[in-house]
């Protein structure tokens, strides 16, 4: 089984998550940033009114570079642009909607080092833009950067909203019920010296818990290094350390969270969504009798659901295509293994912080231990492998081909394979899984070798 990262095949600076790439490099150069805020804000400007545009960041050097290029950008084609600083992603969509603006940004590159930087937009309604919308946009680029700029009188103009975090630590806390609170629970939260790293403390803090904080330092280089959601050995020493009840990790955008219980294991993406699954649906919450999650999804997973007289609805990679399928199916539940899960009740986009809340409340209400709570089903063997290549695409290559049919008959019924080109990086990612875990290696291994003769 295959998965493409996006659809269409047709885009050139769109990827599976807005505009991504080396900072100061390619599509995040000023000027390359400059022209797609000029792009975007033409695309965007319909009507006589005032239109508006919010603009969040998180904490990476660049994003001092990337944010006035923008700023500019969306000025120079007559919106107004409202600066909201180191806020989740998350709080970006969120407060797209409730600043009634026309258009949301948020410049981050999620989990990625800081060298590498994006740009992700939302719409008015606070989801991120269609395949139409981003294809759209780069015609506008092409038609060149002095086509639909405003008239001096018409330009746009900029203000810093200063109170922006302080709304998302509201928000955010109408996801743990009032009734409740986190008094007498140590928790260790890891902000990945990221855009959460003000705000999630804070929620925990004011909902009652004793906080312990790591990852909360950022100098413009250290987002996601050795920290957050996809480097979890410090929040598992730190929760081992301080005795603490649950641990909790974002990453650089504070979109995803992987939970990690007072025994120091982490529990991913697929256990947090049979928690949310179970109780939502004990408490009559859930939507579309299931949950929507991806290829990459554990078939632990799916058999727990089973179990539950629950359905798994499986999309390609990508939390967009997740939220497609949510909306287009009528379900309120959906994510992914990294931990990006979203919760349409509340949210438009993944929000780790939200997602740790739901985990919480079902602590908090029945008062086991997390490593009792959190771990739903034994997920099958399951192996994720990359290969990087340099141009081209490997797949195509007969020898990769053979390698994957070969694998696919070595599994059978009670395994799965799925390969496909990462959106983000040069990286041909092999996943494997099955009952046999010895097979499962052999065959990702089998799969890896032969990509990296083809490349």
Same mark, same amino acid.
């Given at each position: ?19 991504? !790439?080396?900072?100061?490099? !390619? ?40 944010? %006035?290029?923008?700023t ?15 806020? %989740? ?9 409730s ?11 999620s989990?990625? %080092? ?8 939302? !719409? ?35 203000? $810093?909203?200063e109170?922006?975090?302080? $709304? ?6 109408t ?7 986190l ?12 855009? &959460?790293?003000k705000v ?8 009652g ?45 504070a ?16 256990q947090?969504?049979?928690v ?28 727990f ?6 359905t ?10 997740v ?25 438009t ?7 740790a ?21 034994? %997920? ?11 141009? @081209? ?13 070969? !694998? ?23 996943? &494997?899984?099955?009952?046999?875990? @010895? ?17």
């Amino acid at each position: 089984m295959r998965g493409d990262d996006h659809m269409t095949g047709k885009r050139e600076i769109f990827g599976t998550d807005g505009v991504r !790439g080396l900072a100061n490099a !390619g599509a995040m150069t000023p000027d390359s940033i400059l022209q797609l805020g000029m792009a975007v804000g033409r695309v965007f400007k319909n009507g006589a009114h005032r239109h508006r545009v919010v603009i969040g960041k998180d904490t990476r050097l660049s994003g001092y570079m990337i944010e %006035p290029a923008l700023t500019a950008g969306f000025t120079a084609s007559g919106m107004d642009v409202f600066l909201l600083g180191p806020l %989740p992603t998350p709080a970006m969509a969120m407060l797209t909607r409730s600043l009634r603006a026309d258009l949301g940004v948020m410049i981050s590159a999620s989990h990625n %080092p800081f060298h590498d930087n994006g740009v992700k937009f939302f !719409g008015p309604d606070g989801y991120k833009l269609s395949d139409e919308t981003e294809l759209e946009i780069e015609r506008m680029m092409k038609e060149g950067p002095r086509v639909g700029l405003a008239a001096p009188e018409d330009l746009g103009r900029v203000k $810093r909203i200063e109170d922006a975090g302080a $709304r998302y630590i509201e928000f955010a806390k109408t996801a743990f019920p009032r009734r409740k609170s986190l008094e007498g629970m140590r928790i260790v939260i890891d902000c990945a010296n990221g855009a &959460g790293y003000k705000v999630a403390p804070t929620v925990l803090w004011e909902l009652g818990a004793e906080v312990k904080e790591i990852g909360v330092e950022p100098n413009g280089f250290n987002i996601n290094r050795g920290v957050g959601s996809t480097s979890t050995k410090k929040l598992q020493d730190a929760v081992l350390e301080y005795r603490a009840d649950i641990g909790i990790a974002l990453d650089g955008d504070a979109d995803r969270v992987i939970i990690c219980d007072e025994k120091g294991r982490i529990i991913d993406g697929d256990q947090i969504l049979a928690v949310i699954a179970q109780c939502w649906k004990a408490s009559g919450a859930l939507k579309g009798a299931g949950v929507v999650s991806t290829v990459m999804t554990n078939m632990g997973l799916e058999k727990f659901l089973e179990s539950e007289k629950l359905t798994l609805e499986r999309t390609q990679v990508g939390d967009r295509y997740v939220v497609e399928a949510m909306r287009a199916k009528g379900m309120n539940v959906g994510g992914e293994p990294s931990g990006h899960v979203i919760l349409s009740d509340y949210a438009t986009t993944g929000d780790g912080l939200v997602t740790a809340l739901q985990v919480l409340t079902v602590v908090a209400s029945e008062g086991r231990k997390v490593s009792d709570i959190c771990h739903k089903f034994d %997920p099958f063997p399951q192996l994720l492998q990359n290969v990087r290549y340099n141009g @081209g695409n490997p797949l195509n290559n007969e020898a990769v081909k053979a390698a994957i049919k070969s !694998g696919e008959t070595k599994l059978g019924k009670s395994g799965r394979l799925v390969i496909r080109k990462s959106g983000t990086e040069p990286l041909i990612r092999v996943m &494997g899984e099955g009952e046999d875990s @010895g097979l499962v290696t052999s065959v990702v291994g089998d799969i890896c070798a032969a990509v990296e003769k083809a490349v």
